[in-house]
Nanobody
Framework: QVQLRDSGGGLVQAGGSLRLSCAGS????????IAWFRQVPGLDREFVAA????????NYRDSVKMRFTVSRDNNENMAFLQMNNLKPEDTAVYYC????????????????WGQGTQVTVSS
């Protein structure tokens, strides 16, 4: 079982950048697909990006392609979401998640979740 703790959120102006981090503990981090989701109050949690076990495969929602980059460092049990050219519509609570299904986009495919980190993009 893996525990996740995400961090790195904050307030940024449109066009700015943030880097979110996801720290894994409890063992087995490298055996999980790691994904990032986001949620706005009143709406469903939506898929943002995912990265395969070794980092060789990635998947992104269309609206963040060419702006966001997901990566991981299994030696440090860490995953990251680099977010560039942020837009006000990127404002949400961001969660990292761990699961076994390759590059899945559904929340039900992920077993473990971080506590969330708030990202606010001002216009």
């Amino acid at each position: 079982q893996v525990q996740l703790r995400d961090s790195g959120g904050g307030l940024v102006q449109a066009g700015g950048s943030l880097r979110l981090s996801c720290a894994g503990s409890g063992g087995g981090f490298s055996s999980y697909i790691i994904a990032w989701f986001r949620q706005v109050p009143g709406l469903d949690r939506e898929f943002v990006a995912a990265i395969s076990w070794g980092g060789g495969g990635t998947n992104y929602r269309d609206s963040v392609k060419m702006r966001f980059t997901v990566s991981r460092d299994n030696n440090e049990n860490m995953a990251f979401l680099q977010m560039n050219n942020l837009k006000p519509e990127d404002t949400a609570v961001y969660y990292c998640a761990a699961g076994r299904t390759p590059l899945a986009v559904l929340t039900a495919m992920y077993d473990y979740w971080g506590q969330g980190t708030q990202v606010t993009v001002s216009s």
